[in-house]
Structure formats: structure tokens, C-alpha cells
């Protein structure tokens, strides 16, 4: 089992390496949600609109990939779904697909409202019942005003200038716009603006938005930060330089041929991969045809007789009908609640966001999965409450929360010197490990991060929630219909174009070490506005060796 685990760390490396490499290409694709505004009216028939909207986004995606924009139509009657994205002008289109991923996975939140609008600092999307591609005002127009540094009055005077360059430029520049100019008489200040209208507005209509956009943005001076969400348009001006390099300057050429060698080596690996598994897919899946497709019906039925269900009252009961004070967290699919069971058995109860028909599927694919497989380095399942209004999973309780406490804080991170680190860390390998190469079935995790390790009374690794898992046999194209997952963890493989493998797993695994060894979280939260993800920071050098050294100090 060492043996095993070591292999799987250094062809980490390995991989880290190649995506370290690959990273260098990538700019700074601005995922932050700026807001995100949903509609109020519910859609008419979950059954239609889920699927309808799943495959709006799916086709959107690949017009993203191609061009950075893309709008998609799926469906009839009142559940027919419109969707529009776009990034904004100055993203590659490397990092168009990682924001319109991150968007992607936010705006399913307005569910069961039929219509909404996200706006990320990198890109934007819209989703309606209705054709909205010509509109450009709206009643949500607003500013949003960033208010951390007030600024003199030279910056004001520079700020309406740059972006009022923007308004007149953009309408006829294809709808985008950018700039940047010297604050005079402040040595190096400078303002920046972004003006970008959708691509489905002509002039005419793009610069009535921008105009009336910017006299609302500019509202926001003299604080150092302003953004524009309209119908029609973004715009922002601020005080940094959150605008990514032009693209095409000859530095980076050495770059992006080491990146065209590596994409190529990795490419290799993953066809034969796929090449394989479409072989071993095929095989079981003409097997599994000759058995009938009823199976989640028989699931239900066969959990119902088993040792493996639970009574909703019992749930319920244990769980203070599920009180506020029991919550532990909350987890891809749904919220964790604390619970004691009558004979004091401790539980921890996975209450899942969907009950309709859409989800039971995945519902009975994980407890399907889960009591298939043990593993001291995996959380097990107890059981499950299927009949009762509401599903629900229930897990074995660890007193010590996840790692997600422990590494990102100050104090309880002491509790975890190197030899503990190094043991969390092989602990996750060989879990990992034993669901990748079980004998049953295959399974990714797709969902490794810091909050699904949890820790047992001895600080022992569990991983935990596979809510998102597939075995290998049942994921009919290797290509997933809907990525999922967590961005920051994610490989960038899967993010551009939804190939599964088990290298999704060990990607995620690769941050994770990073963030175990220097505490540093990987993608901060919204308040740190422009952190650097980890594996920037690594690829830079210096500031890795300044985490390392606080940890270090921190310990001893
Ligand atoms: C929703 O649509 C499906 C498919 O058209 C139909 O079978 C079902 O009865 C509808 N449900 C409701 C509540 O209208
Ligand atoms: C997207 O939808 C259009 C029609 O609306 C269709 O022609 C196209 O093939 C679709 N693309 C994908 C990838 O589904
Ligand atoms: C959009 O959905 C709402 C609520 O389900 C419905 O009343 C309305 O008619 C739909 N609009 C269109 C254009 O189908
Ligand atoms: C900054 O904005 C936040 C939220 O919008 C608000 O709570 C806070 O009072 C503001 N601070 C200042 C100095 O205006
Ligand atoms: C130039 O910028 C740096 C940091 O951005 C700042 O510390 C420095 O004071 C600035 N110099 C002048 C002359 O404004
Ligand atoms: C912006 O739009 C609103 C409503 O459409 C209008 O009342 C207002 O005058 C416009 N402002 C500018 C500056 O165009």
C-alpha cells in the first residue's frame, strides 16, 4: 500500500509540474461573482426545465471555447430556455472557460426561478423563458461601488475621462473597450476602464447602455473602485491594473512552446486512457443492457428492505428536526446536520438540496457507491432515509471536522505538526487510491478539497462526500454533462472540456498538498479581492517560500 501511494504522489508531481507550466499561459480570468440577480418567476415544469437548461449550457459552453461568447436556445412552450454568456474582451479564451465554468456553476442557485443573470469581474451570463438578446436597460440596472480607498481629485478627473474615451470607443469597436491613463501630478497612479456591451446588441442600442451605464458608475467617485451591471453592458473603472496583457507580445513565446509540448505529452496519455476505458465502458455497458434499466426504481425498493434504511422520525428526532445549532456545513448537494441517535450514537446527516426525480438517480448512485466501498481512509455511510419526504444520508460522525479547520487556522493548525501533515496527506493517497483502483468499481471522487477531508478522534484522514462520484462503467462518454466540482481544485483538462479521468482526482490532490504544507487557502474568499490562486503563487517562487517559512515558525 506505501509503495502504491508514493507512485501516486510523484506522478502528481509530475502532473503538477506540466500544470504549473500550463498555468503560465493562463492570465487572470477575474472569477469573482460580482452579483448575481435571479428573476422571480418559478419555472413551469421541473421535469422540462431542468434538462432544458442543462443543455443550453452545455451548447453555450462549446461556443465559449471557440469564441468567448455564445447564446443557445433549447425547447418549446413555456419551459423553452434562452441562454446568453460572454466573456469579457480582454480574457483568452483559456480563461473564458474557467469563468464561464465558475458561472455556470452559481447560476443553477436561482433554481426554481426560470430567469436570472450572473456577473462575474471575467465574464457574464443570462438565462429567460423569452428572446432578452436585444434588451439593453433594465429595472436591475445598477453601480456597484468598490469602497475601500477614496481618491483624490485628480484621479476623479483622470476616471471620467479614460472612461468616457470607453463610451465613445467601444459601440464601434465591436462593443469593447479599454484603457488605462497617468494620474497627472501623482508620480505613478493610474485609472483603468473595461466597457463591454453583449455581442447581440448593434451600436446603436450598446452605446445608449454604456452611456447610461457610466454616469451611473461614475457615481461611485471618489472610491477607488466602480462597476456597471446592466441589462446590456459591463463596465468598470478602478484604480489597479485588473486588466490582463494584451495578448501576442513575444515574451511568452518559450512559454507557450513548452506548453504546446506538454498539452501534447498529456494528450497522449489521455486518449489512450479514454481509448481504454471506452473499451472496458462498452464491454460492461452491453452487459448491463441485457439486465433492464429500472435500477433506481429496484434501488428504492431493495434500500427499503435493507438494514440500510433509516426512518425520517428517527432522523428527524436525532437531529432536532434538523436545528440550525446541529448544522455542521454545507456540502455540494446539500446541508450537513449534527445527530444522536436513541442508543447515543453519534451521526452526521447529509440533507440533500433535491428531491425530485432529476436527483434521485444521483441520490442511489452514491449510496450505491458508498456501501460498496470501505476503506480506513474513507467516511462510511450508515445509511439512508429514502420513503420519507426528503432525502437523506447518514454517515458515520467525526468529532474533528474537516482539515478545512485546521490548516487555514492560526491556532488550530498548530495541533498539526509535519509528521501529522505527511500522514493526512499519505492517508488521502491511499484512499484516493483504494476508490481508483477498487475491485468493484471505479470511482472519481471529482470533489477532492480541503473541507471533504475529514479527521477522526486520532486526526486520521477521511475522505468525505462523494455526492458527485461515478463509477467509470456508468459514465457513458467519459465526457460529463455537467461539471462539477470546486473551482481552484479543478484540472484544467476537465474545466475546458469535461474529460473524466482519474487525473481530475489527483489535480485536486496536487492543491490540496500545497495548501496542507504552506496553510495558504487556494482561492480566498471574495473579500481578498484579487488573491492569486496557490498554484500561481507556487509557480512565482518567493511567496511560496514566505508560507513555508510561517508554518514553519508558526510550529516550532
Ligand atoms: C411535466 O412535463 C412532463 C413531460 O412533458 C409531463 O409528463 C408531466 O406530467 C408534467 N408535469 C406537470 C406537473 O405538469
Ligand atoms: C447548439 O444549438 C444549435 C441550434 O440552436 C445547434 O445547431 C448546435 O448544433 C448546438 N451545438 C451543440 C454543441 O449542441
Ligand atoms: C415564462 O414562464 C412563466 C412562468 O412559468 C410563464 O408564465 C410565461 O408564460 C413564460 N414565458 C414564455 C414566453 O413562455
Ligand atoms: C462599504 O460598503 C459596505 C457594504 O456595501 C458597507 O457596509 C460599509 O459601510 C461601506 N463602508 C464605507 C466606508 O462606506
Ligand atoms: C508608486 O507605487 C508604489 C506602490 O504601488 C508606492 O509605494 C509608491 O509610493 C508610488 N510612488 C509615487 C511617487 O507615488
Ligand atoms: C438612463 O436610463 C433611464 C431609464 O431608462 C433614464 O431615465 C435616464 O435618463 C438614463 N440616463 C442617461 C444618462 O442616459
Known amino acids: 500500500m506505501k509503495k502504491c501511494s508514493i507512485s501516486v504522489i510523484s506522478q502528481h508531481l509530475l502532473l503538477l509540474k506540466i500544470l504549473l507550466l500550463l498555468g503560465m499561459a493562463l492570465g487572470d480570468p477575474r472569477t469573482q461573482t460580482v452579483q448575481i440577480m435571479c428573476g422571480n418567476q418559478r419555472e413551469h415544469n421541473t421535469t422540462v426545465y431542468v434538462p432544458n437548461f442543462v443543455s443550453t449550457m452545455e ?48 447560476l443553477p442557485q436561482c433554481f426554481p426561478y426560470n430567469g436570472g443573470r450572473i456577473y462575474l469581474d471575467g465574464c457574464f451570463m443570462r438565462s429567460e423563458n423569452y428572446t432578452f438578446y436585444e434588451e439593453f436597460r433594465g429595472s436591475d440596472d445598477r453601480a456597484v461601488c468598490g469602497n475601500t480607498t477614496r481618491k483624490s481629485t485628480a484621479f476623479e478627473e483622470s476616471a471620467r475621462q479614460v472612461v468616457q474615451r470607453a463610451v465613445e470607443s467601444a459601440p464601434s469597436n465591436g462593443g469593447y473597450a479599454r484603457g488605462g491613463v497617468s494620474v497627472s501630478g501623482t508620480g505613478n497612479e493610474s485609472a483603468y476602464v473595461l466597457a463591454d456591451c453583449w455581442r447581440t446588441l448593434d451600436e446603436n442600442s450598446c452605446r445608449k447602455c454604456l452611456e447610461n451605464a457610466s454616469v451611473s458608475m461614475l457615481g461611485c467617485l471618489p472610491w477607488s473602485e466602480g462597476r456597471a451591471l446592466y441589462t446590456g453592458c459591463f463596465m468598470r473603472y478602478s484604480d489597479r491594473d485588473f486588466l490582463n496583457k494584451e495578448v501576442g507580445n513575444g515574451s511568452s513565446r518559450g512559454t507557450i512552446i513548452v506548453i504546446v509540448v506538454s498539452v501534447i505529452s498529456s494528450l497522449v496519455v489521455l486518449v489512450v486512457g479514454v481509448a481504454i476505458g471506452f473499451y472496458i465502458w462498452k464491454h460492461r455497458y452491453i452487459q448491463k443492457k441485457r439486465r433492464g434499466s429500472n435500477d433506481a426504481e429496484k434501488w428504492a425498493k431493495t434500500l427499503n428492505d435493507s438494514s440500510l434504511n433509516f426512518k425520517y422520525s428517527t432522523i428527524e428526532k436525532a437531529t432536532g428536526s434538523f436545528d440550525i445549532a446541529n448544522k455542521l456545513g454545507q456540502g455540494g448537494f446539500g446541508t450537513v446536520y449534527k445527530g444522536v441517535l436513541a442508543d447515543g450514537r453519534e451521526i452526521a446527516v447529509k440533507r440533500l438540496f433535491f428531491n425530485n426525480r432529476h436527483r434521485a438517480a444521483d441520490f442511489y448512485n452514491e449510496i450505491n457507491i458508498i456501501s460498496s466501498v470501505e476503506h480506513k ?5 450508515l445509511g439512508c432515509s429514502c420513503a420519507g419526504p426528503e432525502s437523506l444520508l447518514v454517515y458515520e460522525y467525526l468529532p474533528n471536522r474537516s482539515l478545512y479547520c485546521f490548516i487555514f487556522d492560526q491556532e488550530r493548525g498548530k495541533t498539526l505538526n509535519w509528521d501529522k501533515r505527511y500522514e493526512i496527506i499519505v492517508g488521502t493517497a491511499e484512499g484516493l487510491v483504494h476508490l481508483h483502483d477498487n475491485s468493484k468499481t471505479r470511482i472519481i471522487h471529482r470533489d477532492i478539497k480541503a473541507s471533504n477531508i475529514l479527521l477522526d478522534s486520532r486526526l486520521r484522514a477521511k475522505i468525505a462526500d462523494f455526492g458527485l462520484a461515478r463509477s467509470f462503467e456508468e459514465d457513458k462518454s467519459h465526457i460529463s454533462t455537467a461539471i462539477a466540482g470546486t473551482l481552484g481544485y479543478m484540472a484544467p483538462e476537465y474545466l475546458a472540456h469535461g474529460q473524466l479521468t482519474e487525473k481530475v482526482d489527483v489535480y485536486s490532490f496536487g492543491v490540496l498538498i500545497l495548501e496542507i504544507v504552506t496553510g495558504r487557502q487556494n482561492n480566498r474568499s471574495k473579500s481578498a479581492e484579487y488573491s492569486d490562486s496557490i498554484v500561481t503563487i507556487v509557480k512565482l517562487g518567493s511567496t511560496f517560500k514566505q508560507g513555508l517559512q510561517r508554518n514553519y515558525t508558526t510550529q516550532i
Not at 481512509?377 to 455511510?381: D, F, G, S, T
Open 59 to 106: 451548447n453555450i459552453s462549446e461556443q465559449m471555447r471557440t469564441s468567448g461568447f455564445g447564446v443557445a436556445r433549447t425547447g418549446s412552450g413555456p419551459d423553452t430556455n434562452y441562454g446568453l454568456a460572454q466573456c469579457y474582451g480582454d480574457l483568452s479564451l483559456l480563461d473564458c472557460v474557467l469563468c464561464y465554468a465558475e458561472a455556470r456553476t452559481v
Open 377 to 381: 481512509n474513507l467516511v462510511r455511510l
